[in-house]
């Protein structure tokens, strides 16, 4: 498709569930960001690839969080044993330079 | 203290008004500045670049003041379809990444 695509667009898990949310971005674009936006605030950086090379991951709250993008395309966001502090929505990126990043719709998870 | 702030609001104004709103950082070495607008239940857009010089499009003004460190955006004469969330944002110079950095958003609500 044209823009970035996410899925789940919901996902309710209950608290120690692992759950994986995926993003498949704009095609051809080698930049990649995750960030996590929990209601009332701005989006918070997790991590950024560069193709398949994860650049920085200084935002990812804990070691429970994991991200990957094996071929350089699409990227999968996994959170283990998940907790209540975790619901929030994921928006995923594609980023071209100059500013603009290119926003999925987001993966909303809520942990009971 | 939050690299990124912004006054929450919600800022009320009636259609037809001009509305103001400020955003200051705390790094310094901040690099580039960014206005992104984000609609209820939907992914932040890029609403314009904030230049050194000042930059207008249409009835939306972006200002940088790096002494004082912060951005304004200036809407004139107020639509109803402008009610949605501002967010400031920047990317830090230095790092691996060109990581964009978001702030907490202000929510304006247009009256008719």
């Known amino acids: 498709g044209a823009g970035v695509s996410q899925s789940p667009r919901y996902k309710v898990a209950k608290r120690g569930q692992d759950v994986a949310l995926r993003c498949d971005p704009i095609s051809g674009h080698v930049s990649l960001f995750w960030y996590q936006q929990a209601l009332g605030q701005g989006p918070e950086f997790l991590t950024y690839f560069q193709n398949e090379a994860q650049l920085d991951k200084s935002g990812l709250p804990s070691d429970r969080f994991f991200a990957e993008r094996p071929e350089g395309s699409v990227s999968t966001l996994k959170i283990q044993r998940t907790q209540q502090e975790d619901s929030a929505v994921y928006l995923c990126?594609?980023?071209?330079?100059?500013?603009?990043?290119?926003f999925g719709e987001g993966s909303r998870l809520t942990v009971l | 203290r939050k690299e990124v702030e912004q006054d929450p609001g919600p800022f009320n104004v009636p259609e037809g008004a001009t509305v103001a709103f400020n955003c200051t950082y705390s790094n310094s070495a901040s690099q580039s500045f960014f206005w992104y607008r984000q609609d209820c239940r939907k992914e932040p857009k890029l609403l314009m670049s904030v230049y050194s010089s000042g930059n207008e499009d249409g009835r939306f003004t972006a200002q940088l003041n790096r002494a004082s460190q912060y951005i304004s955006l200036l809407i004139r004469d107020s639509k109803l379809s402008d009610s949605a969330t501002y967010l400031c944002v920047l990317i830090p110079y230095g790092g691996a990444t060109n990581k964009l950095i978001f702030g907490t958003g202000t929510l304006l609500a247009v009256q008719p």
């Open positions: 990126a594609s980023y071209l330079g100059s500013g603009e990043l290119f």
